[in-house]
């Protein structure tokens, strides 16, 4: 048998990443040997924060930090894509209501609630969804607040021999953006894709992956299982259900 099934290629930064391969160790029970290939570099951006906020939209904890940099205030109440951004919002002190878990049902429970009064979402210049202007169309009031930039970064030569290699990838990818590192050279071994929701997937449809799942939850929870999944359907030869 193959002792090494598959390389866990991931593309989130570094302390992220490190943290998510040590959980699909735990809980596998043995160990998979991991390329730790930050994706995105996140540069500052300086914008105008508008007066009269009352309400925010954070679509990652990225945002989050932005808006404490940036001393958004606190009394605005927040709206948080999933739990991780929630914690990370309540621990700076906004009080918030979290959405379904990706940016749509976060988006719906919005138009939902019509929310009164200037709603900014504190976001990156790399946006999926278009959040503030369809809000906008409802006839809601909304900006855009672009905190910081995503920047791709180039592929490190850890991942370039891994994508020459012969041994299976499994690519869990938390964002479309960060997953472009892996297009920066051709793929030689079987590459299998674990996408956090269905936007992440359609992104990467053409790029001629063996596999492209979907996790059952647009979180780290639903990801890290199909990862697992995935990796002991190719020690176990078995197919991915």
């Known amino acids: 048998m193959q002792t090494m099934p598959a390389k866990l290629i991931i593309t989130r930064p570094s302390s992220s990443g490190k943290d998510f391969a ?23 951006c300086d914008p105008k924060i508008p007066d009269g906020i009352q309400h925010v939209i954070f679509t990652s904890v990225h945002g989050v930090a932005q808006a404490r940099r940036l ?3 606190t009394t605005a109440h927040a709206w948080c894509v999933g739990e991780k951004t929630r914690r990370a919002a309540d621990e700076i002190g906004f009080e918030s209501t979290v959405g379904g878990g990706d940016a749509q049902q976060l988006l719906q429970t919005i138009l939902n609630a019509k929310p009164v009064g200037l709603i900014a979402h504190i976001a990156g210049r790399h946006t999926r969804g278009d959040i503030a202007y369809v809000l906008q169309c409802a006839g809601l009031t909304a900006v855009e607040v672009t905190a910081y930039d995503q920047v791709v970064l180039p592929a490190p030569e850890e991942l370039i021999a891994a994508l020459h290699g012969n041994i299976p990838l499994v690519a869990p990818l938390f ?5 472009l590192i892996l297009t920066a050279t051709e793929w030689h071994p079987p590459v299998h894709v674990i996408a956090i929701s269905r936007q992440v997937a359609d992104f ?3 790029w001629g992956a063996d596999t492209v799942q979907i996790a059952e939850m647009p ?13 002991d359907w190719l020690k176990d030869g078995m197919s991915v259900t």
């Open 22 to 44: 040590r959980k699909v160790n735990s809980q596998l029970g043995y160990d998979v040997p991991a390329v730790l290939a930050p994706g995105l570099a996140i540069r500052e």
């Open 71 to 73: 001393r958004v205030p």
């Open 175 to 179: 964002s479309a953006r960060s997953g």
């Open 204 to 206: 990467v449809t053409d």
């Open 219 to 231: 979180n780290e929870m639903a990801m890290l299982d199909a990862t697992c999944r995935t990796v």
